[in-house]
């Protein structure tokens, strides 16, 4: 036959908050653990929720971010190869200027330097690519940077053509400084791509400001996000670790007043022997 067995009161208490305080205690250790106060719905929904919003969204800019990064980095190979082509331009004009008071095989030995420099520009123009995209080469490319989920932030990067006479330089044919009214027309084209290069040089460093900018905005977004979500359910690890010391002596305290409580009971059980 079943025998039931019924606790003391006292004995009842002491088991109850015994197990209360195993369960503050598991609760302590998985925080120290985690380092989360609120790790699960079931802790706390809203908190819970509201939380992963925050950190979904700087998730999601980080993506964002990523890309404005890459961005960056195509348009300063874009700016570079400018530089780059300006410089032989440069060059171009300095042999020029020679070519003026040049006569003879001096003069031929300009021309022919002059021609080797302008057939390096198309070369620098169609080197000046990064992940596939070149923005000044001509090929109608067209750089697009996203900023957010919002599909309308974004910044377009249309491509330039710096090797065509619409540019101001040409260097679709051999130049001739036999007669110097060649010299003055290739002069011209000089100052003509001079102009040019400097206007889509500054186009360019106005977009990787305009990037950059969005960079550094991302990164804030990005951390303040991650900030907001950490004060709602990160936990406190010295508050933590001091409420487990607290916790472990309130558990051996328990322990010892149970034993307490079983041997009141144990006393009274001599008294019918």
């Given at each position: 036959?079943?025998?039931?067995?019924?606790?003391?009161?006292?004995?009842?208490?002491?088991?109850?908050?015994?197990?209360?305080?195993?369960?503050?205690?598991?609760?302590?250790?998985?925080?120290?653990?985690?380092?989360?106060?609120?790790?699960?719905?079931?802790?706390?929904?809203?908190?819970?929720?509201?939380?992963?919003?925050?950190?979904?969204?700087?998730?999601?800019?980080?993506?964002?971010?990523?890309?404005?990064?890459?961005?960056?980095?195509?348009?300063?190979?874009?700016?570079?190869?400018?530089?780059?082509?300006?410089?032989?331009?440069?060059?171009?004009?300095?042999?020029?200027?020679?070519?003026?008071?040049?006569?003879?095989?001096?003069?031929?030995?300009?021309?022919?330097?002059?021609?080797?420099?302008?057939?390096?520009?198309?070369?620098?123009?169609?080197?000046?690519?990064?992940?596939?995209?070149?923005?000044?080469?001509?090929?109608?490319?067209?750089?697009?940077?996203?900023?957010?989920?919002?599909?309308?932030?974004?910044?377009?990067?249309?491509?330039?053509?710096?090797?065509?006479?619409?540019?101001?330089?040409?260097?679709?044919?051999?130049?001739?400084?036999?007669?110097?009214?060649?010299?003055?027309?290739?002069?011209?084209?000089?100052?003509?791509?001079?102009?040019?290069?400097?206007?889509?040089?500054?186009?360019?460093?106005?977009?990787?400001?305009?990037?950059?900018?969005?960079?550094?905005?991302?990164?804030?977004?990005?951390?303040?996000?991650?900030?907001?979500?950490?004060?709602?359910?990160?936990?406190?690890?010295?508050?933590?670790?001091?409420?487990?010391?607290?916790?472990?002596?309130?558990?051996?305290?328990?322990?010892?007043?149970?034993?307490?409580?079983?041997?009141?009971?144990?006393?009274?059980?001599q008294l019918f022997r």
């Amino acid at each position: 036959m079943a025998v039931d067995l019924n606790l003391s009161a006292a004995v009842r208490e002491n088991l109850l908050a015994l197990k209360s305080t195993e369960a503050l205690i598991a609760r302590t250790q998985n925080r120290l653990s985690t380092g989360l106060k609120v790790a699960s719905p079931t802790d706390d929904p809203r908190v819970f929720f509201e939380a992963k919003a925050l950190t979904d969204n700087a998730r999601d800019i980080e993506e964002k971010k990523e890309g404005v990064d890459q961005g960056i980095n195509s348009v300063k190979t874009a700016l570079e190869g400018i530089e780059a082509i300006d410089s032989l331009v440069q060059q171009m004009k300095g042999l020029l200027i020679s070519a003026r008071t040049a006569t003879g095989t001096e003069l031929t030995s300009l021309e022919a330097q002059y021609n080797t420099l302008r057939s390096q520009v198309d070369f620098l123009a169609r080197d000046a690519n990064y992940q596939g995209i070149n923005l000044v080469n001509g090929t109608g490319q067209a750089l697009t940077v996203s900023f957010s989920t919002d599909t309308s932030s974004f910044l377009s990067i249309a491509s330039v053509d710096l090797r065509v006479a619409t540019t101001g330089l040409d260097v679709t044919s051999a130049a001739n400084f036999s007669a110097a009214s060649s010299i003055d027309t290739a002069a011209a084209e000089i100052e003509a791509a001079i102009g040019t290069l400097r206007g889509q040089a500054q186009t360019l460093a106005s977009n990787i400001a305009i990037l950059q900018t969005r960079l550094d905005f991302n990164t804030i977004f990005v951390n303040l996000h991650e900030e907001g979500a950490g004060k709602l359910n990160l936990a406190d690890l010295t508050e933590e670790g001091a409420s487990l010391v607290a916790l472990q002596t309130r558990q051996s305290l328990g322990i010892n007043s149970l034993a307490i409580a079983g041997q009141s009971e144990q006393s009274i059980l001599q008294l019918f022997r």
